[in-house]
């Protein structure tokens, strides 16, 4: 019998009281180590998930579905067409069926090469019901935009670089710090052992290759190029990411589709614009505005807006040209006065449905030329009056 301590009761040691408790009933002692053992794996299974990747939590969610749809924003450029290409390789990796799918139009010069040159087959929508899966996964923008029903679409996985508020219902992984999204999913391929191989690698390797992780030539040179195309080949616009990303792809290029993607055939009109651009520009201090009226090929601004940004003494500039009952807006800066991307929102607030935005040194919009000239709430304006809003914009005014 335990004799008691000096000026207190009697104590029975814990491995006593363990023993006892055993004796008298071994399942409480069996339902406690089971418990314990359960916590423990809780443990391990969360830090486990806690580390991985952000490319194996992206991996893990596409391999939750049978088919999914890739969905590029409208009218999209090489780094949202490389971004398509990489999740369709993941997709395949894993069994999972998937379709490239954009709305708009793919008309610049570029992109029309980009597609062509690595014979990438996309499909184009103009309604909600002409996605192929309801497990939609966003790259390149953040919130689905330019189809009828595009409200409705709840996408499962969003990989972005521009700021945004979407988000996906099982994975997001937006960062505006980067240059190009292509880099981010160049990041995804690199931390799971992909290993980018040259078009002859790809060759000898046959079947072969199945036994590991091969980053295909093609795959490889589309986001090295939709990184160049988003960052004005490594001069603009670049994180630290950018550099690593092509570093990493650069043993898989194929440098003649390179190449041919990088120098295409220019379409007639858009040296036409680009004329227009320059010729009719209005400049004022250090900001330079241009109606380049009438346009059949909307792709044309932009690259209208690049070239007046060579203009000596040139820090900021918009383009406008109309299609049909639209404007389409274009907007440069070099300027650390002028975010581009806030100036053109501003502009658009008061014209009913009209949308502009962007980042600070480029942004885009688009309104209704009727909305503009006072259809609906609002007192409305002329082209004047709205080409003076821009430049009050650039100069902080509104």
Known sequence: MPHAAAGGVGRVAPSDAA??????????????????????????????????????????QLADHEEISVLMHPNPDPDAMASALAVAEF????????SLQYPGQIRHQENRAFETVLNLDFDQVDTASDLTSENVVLVDHNEPRGFTGAERVDPVAVVDHHPGDGTGSAFTDVRPDHGSCASI?????????????????????GTNGDAQRVLGSETATGLLYGIQSDTKHLTKGCSEAEFAASAYLYDGIDEDSLDRIA???????????????????????????????????????PQAADELTRLEGVTAVVVMGQKGDTLHLSGRSRDDRVHMGKALRAVVEEIPMANAGGHARMGGGQLSVEHMEGLGPGDGMD????????????????
């Open 19 to 60: 023993s006892a408790v055993a004796e008298q009933d071994p399942l409480v002692l069996a339902a406690a180590v089971v418990g314990l053992l359960a916590v423990l794996v809780a443990l391990w299974w969360g830090i486990r998930r806690f580390r991985r990747t952000p490319g194996e939590q992206f991996v893990r």
């Open 263 to 301: 120098n295409p055939q220019v379409d007639a009109e858009v040296l036409d614009v680009k004329a227009r651009a320059i010729n009719e520009r209005v400049v004022r201090n250090a900001f330079a505005v241009a109606d380049v009226g009438e346009v059949s090929n909307v792709d044309a601004i």
């Open 185 to 205: 999913l160049a990041e995804y391929f690199e931390q799971q052992g992909w290993d980018p191989v040259s078009p002859e690698e790809e060759d000898a390797l």
């Open 383 to 398: 082209r004047q009056d709205f080409v003076d809003r821009l430049f009050d914009a650039m100069t902080g005014d509104i």
């Open 91 to 98: 997709a395949d990796e894993i069994g999972v069926d998937s």
